[in-house]
C-alpha cells in the first residue's frame, strides 16, 4: 500500500481573462508548489482546481500540464468527478492516460437527486468497487462532513476501504471529534487525510494524523509543509505557534473559515493571495464563482501582511 | 408571455440493458403520454428523464426525438443541468437547436461547493441573466425546497421572474405553506407549477395553483390530468377522490412518498410501473441509480391494482 | 376507546398589563370559544396557553376555570409540559384533580440535553408507560415534525399508541406527505389530529383525517368547525373556499405561515386578533414572547377583513 | 470585570437509589474536585448537574450545600434555567441568596416555541438586559452550537456582553473554526470559555482560550486543570500528550464524542466512572436520563484503564 504523509497541496487553474486555461501559468503554478519540502505529492483538478467547470479535455490537458511540471519524486494526485457512475469511471480512466499517480474521487451523490444514496452503504461500495476494477489507480475518497448531507456512513468507509485500491480517506470532518470518531474507526486500515481549510485543522493534524490534504497550503507552502510536520511529529508549540501567527490571517481572510460571510469564491481568493505575492497571473474564476471585489482584495492583503508573507 | 397550465408530465428515458437509449421505445413513451386530453407539454432531460447521467449528445437527440414523437399542440420542455453557468448556456442553446420549446433550468447550484451561492440573490440572477440574454427560450425555473440546501431566495426569484424569458417557477416546494408564501409573493408576476410527487400535491393545486408538472404524472396520464383540473378548477370532491382512490397507491408504491424508504431510484420504480402495464420496454436506470428488486416490483404491483390501473 | 373527531381549538391564556393571568377574561374566553358547533373540546395550556410562562399553580387553575366555563358535552383537554418524567407525571396527576378529561402530552425531550431521545423508541416508550400507569387519564401524544430535531420515530409512535390511555396523536407533521406516512402506519390503531396552522392544513384534512386541534380555530370558531368538518366529510367545494376565503387570511397575518417572519409571538397576535374583534381584553403576552407591535396590529386587521371578521 | 481563566468543571448531582439527592455525597463531590489546583471555580445546576430534573428548592438547596463544601478561594457558578424570562430572573435570584458567585445563564429558547427567538438579537438582549439589571450576579452566557437550532448570532452576542454583569461566554461552539470566528469578534470584549467535551476541546484551547468549563473535568480533574494550562500557556507538546493518553480515552468512552452512539446519559456516564473510582455513591440518573448498563459499565473500566486512572 502507498504511504501517504505529509502535505500534498491541492493547486489552483489559472484563467485567462478571456476564461481560457494558462497553461504556461498552470506550469509555473505547478513548479512553484511543490518547490517546498515535506510534500508527498500536489493535487489537481480538485475542488480548488474549479474542476466543475471543466471540460472533460481540459481536465486530461491539466493533469498532462502538471505531470510534465512536476518532479518526478512527487505523486500527481488527479480530481474525478462526475454525477454518474459511468462518468466517473470513464474519468478515472482518462486521469490515468493523462498521467496521474493516484486519483481523489469527489463524492457523485453529492446532489438532490441521489444524495439519499450517500446513507446507503451497498450504493457507496458499488461506486468504488466499479473504480477499484475498472481503472485501477490508488484512490483518496473524499469524506463530506455531516452538514453537507451527502456523508458517507462509518461502514460504508469500512467497505470501501476494504477494495484495494482505496489508499486514503480525505477527510472533510467538520470537527476533530468526527476525526476522532473516523480515527477509532478506520486508523488502522486506511490514511485519514485531514482536509480542512479552517482553524479546526489544527486539532485534528495533532489527533494523529499523517498529513493533510487541503488547498490553502498554496500560499506559503512551505510553512504549511512545516506546520503539518511540527503538528504531527515534530514540536506543537512551534506547531502552535504557526497556527496562531501564520495560518490563522490566511484561513480568516482567504477561506473566512468557510463561514461564506461574502459569496467570494474561496479559489478565487487563493487566487487573489498568489497575484498578490506575484505567483500567479490573475483571479479570475469561472462562473457562478463570483470574482474578489475590492474590498476582499484589501482583506487578503492584510491577511498577507499578517501571516507574513507580504511587507506593508 | 406564454401561459402555462394543466399538467405537463416529466418523461422518462428507456435504456436497453446494455444501458443504451432505446429510442424506438422513448418515441413510444412520448406518443402514449402526450395522448392524454389536458396537457400543456410534456418534460424530457428532467430528473425523472435521468439527466445526469445522459451525455451531451444524448440530451440533444432526446429532445429531437421527442420533438418528432410530440403533436405540434403540445410544449416540448426540455431539462438543461451544469454546474457551470457557460455548461448551462451551451445546454441551452443545443437544447433550442434541438428544437426545445421552453427550458426547464435545474439548480446548477445543488452542489457542495456552490450551495451557499444559492442563497446569494446576485449570483442566482446573474445565472438566469445569462441564460436570458445568450440563449432566449421560455424558461421554468426548478426551485429546490429549504431541505435542499440550495433553494433559492423569495428576493432571488422576484429578481429572476423579472427577467422575460422566465415564464414560471416550478415549485418543489416542501408544503402547501411554502406554495402559499410563494404564492403570495410571485403570483402576479410568474406562473407557479406544482412539482411534488407526494400528498402534499393536492393542497397545493388547491391553493391557487395553475398546473402541475411531474414525473408520476406518465403512469396513467389521463387520470392525473382529470386530477389537476379537478383540483385546480373543477370538482373538489371529484379531485379528494381521484387523490384518495388513484393518487396516493401510486405516490406511496412507486414515490415512497420521496421518503427514500428504500434505496431504489423512483424513476426506475417509475418505469417498472409501465413496464408492468405494458407501455415500457423495462425498468432499466443507470448508475448510481438502483434498480428495482422483487419486493419493490409487488410493491408496484400492489400499487397499480389499488390505483385501478392494473387487474388483480 | 374515546372517538375524538371534529375540531378542539387551543384556547390562549388573557393576562393583565401586569402580566397576571385574567380569569374573568378566561372564562369569557372559553364560553365564547365552545359555542361553536362541531367541536370534540377545547384544549388549555398548551403552546397557544403560554403553558411555557405558566407557574404550576397557574395551570392547575386555568383548568379548574375552563372546565367551569365548558359545557359538560364538551371534552377538557389539558397540555402538561416538564423537560423531567416526574415532572410530567405530577403534572398529569394535577390536571386529573383540578378536572382535565385528556392529557396532551407536550414532548419532553424539546431541549438539547434530551433531543436525542426522542429517536430512541424505549426512551419515548418509557415517557408514556409511566403516565399510563401512574396517571391513568386518556392522551394525546403531541408529535412534533422533524425539523424540530425531537420528531417521534414511527416505530416509537407505534409502540406508545400501543398503550391503553393513548388515544390519539396530534400530528404536527410538516407536510401532508408526512400525514399521510402517519396514516398508513398508524390509522387503524389511533387517531391522527391535524395540528398545522399553515396553508399545509387543507390538504391533511382531506387525506382521511378525523379532526384537528389549532390555535388558530379560537379566531372564528364556527367557520373553522365547518371547514374542518367540509374537508374531512362534507363538500370538499366549500372546505376549498373557505380555505381561500377564510382560512389563508388568517394564517398569513396571524400565524405568519409560520414562518417567523417577525419575531412576534403567534399567540400574542391570536390575541391581538381577538383584541380587535371585541373578545380578548388585550394582546399581552409574557417574555420572552414579543408582544404585537402597530405595523403587526394593522396586518392583522387587514387578515381580518380579509377574512370577513371585520368590517373596513 | 472578573477575571476568569483555567479550568472551572461542572459538577454531578449524586442520587440515592430512590431518586433523592444525596448531600452527603455532593459535599465529598464538591469537596473532592476542588482539590485540584489551577482551578477558577466549580459549577453546579449546570446541564451535568442534571439541572432539568431538580426543583426549584433543590437547585436553591444544591447551591448552600455546594458553597458551605467549597474553598472560599474558589468561585461558584451556578446554572439558571427556565423558559420563561420571569423565571429566569426568578432562578437568578434565588441562586444569588443562596450563594452563588457567578451565575451560568443556559439559553431559555432551546424549546419549539421560541427557538426562531434565538436568531433576534432583540429578544436574546431583552432577556439579558432584565437578569443585568434585577439580578445583578456576574453572568456566564452559554452559548450553543448552531446544530442546536438556539445558537446566538454573533450580533446578539455583542449586544449582551456589552452588559456589566456579562463577564464570559460559555462557548460550545461544534468547532474551533467557530471558536476562532467568535475570538475575532469578541476576545476584546468578553472572556470565551471553552466547553466541549469532545476531542474539538484542544484545538480550541490552543486558540488563545483562557479556559475550560466541562463537565467531564470531574474525572481526573488535576489531568484537565493540567492539560487546560499546557494548551493555553504551558507546553504544547504535554497537553498534546495529555489530550491523546488521558483525555479522549475518557471522552470516547464516557461522552461517546458527543454522538450519542448509545442512549445512555452521558452524566450517569460520568458518574459511573467516578463510582468505579470510589468517588461517587451511585450512577444513579433522574428518567429521562438513561442509566448506564452494563455493557457501558465495561467501556468505561476500559477507558479509564487507558486514561491512567483505574488499575487493570
Excluded at 2 to 23: C, M, Q, R, V, W
Excluded at 36 to 53: D, M, P
Excluded at 236 to 260: D, G
Amino acid at each position: 500500500m502507498i504511504k501517504i504523509n505529509g502535505l500534498s497541496p491541492a493547486t489552483l487553474t489559472p484563467f485567462t481573462e478571456a476564461f481560457e486555461i494558462d497553461y504556461g501559468a498552470l506550469t509555473a503554478h505547478i513548479q512553484h508548489t511543490s518547490d517546498a519540502t515535506g510534500l508527498f505529492g500536489i493535487t489537481v483538478n480538485g475542488h480548488a482546481g474549479e474542476v466543475l467547470t471543466l471540460s472533460y479535455d481540459e481536465r486530461a490537458k491539466v493533469i498532462v500540464t502538471a505531470r510534465a511540471a512536476l518532479p518526478s519524486s512527487l505523486k500527481l494526485i488527479a480530481g474525478i468527478e462526475s454525477h454518474a457512475t459511468d462518468g466517473l469511471v470513464r474519468e478515472g480512466l482518462r486521469a490515468k492516460e493523462a498521467g496521474a499517480d493516484l486519483l481523489l474521487v469527489i463524492p457523485p451523490f453529492d446532489i438532490r437527486t441521489w444524495r439519499h444514496l450517500s446513507h446507503d452503504s451497498d450504493s457507496v461500495y458499488r461506486v468504488f468497487e466499479r473504480l477499484d476494477r475498472e481503472v485501477g489507480l490508488p484512490m483518496i475518497a473524499f469524506s463530506y462532513p455531516e452538514a453537507s448531507g451527502s456523508a458517507y456512513s462509518m461502514d460504508a468507509l469500512r467497505r470501501i476501504v476494504s477494495l484495494d485500491h482505496v489508499v486514503a480517506i480525505k477527510c472533510s470532518a467538520g470537527t476533530p471529534a468526527k476525526y476522532a470518531e473516523m480515527h477509532d474507526a478506520l486508523h488502522d486500515k486506511t490514511t485519514l487525510l485531514v482536509a480542512v481549510d479552517t482553524p479546526s485543522m489544527l486539532g485534528m493534524l495533532m489527533h494523529h494524523a499523517p498529513g493533510a490534504l487541503v488547498g490553502i497550503a498554496v500560499v506559503g507552502t512551505q510553512r504549511w509543509s512545516d506546520l503539518v510536520h511540527h503538528a504531527t511529529e515534530g514540536d506543537a508549540n512551534i506547531a502552535k505557534q504557526f497556527h496562531i501567527s501564520f495560518a490563522v490571517p490566511l484561513m480568516r481572510s482567504i477561506f473566512e473559515y468557510h463561514t461564506h460571510r461574502t459569496p467570494t469564491c474561496p479559489f478565487g481568493a487563493t487566487k487573489e493571495a498568489l497575484l498578490q505575492l506575484g505567483q500567479f497571473p490573475s483571479s479570475v474564476v469561472r462562473a457562478p464563482g463570483v470574482r474578489v471585489d475590492d474590498a476582499k482584495r484589501a482583506e487578503i492583503r492584510a491577511g498577507l501582511i499578517a501571516a507574513g508573507l507580504l511587507r506593508t
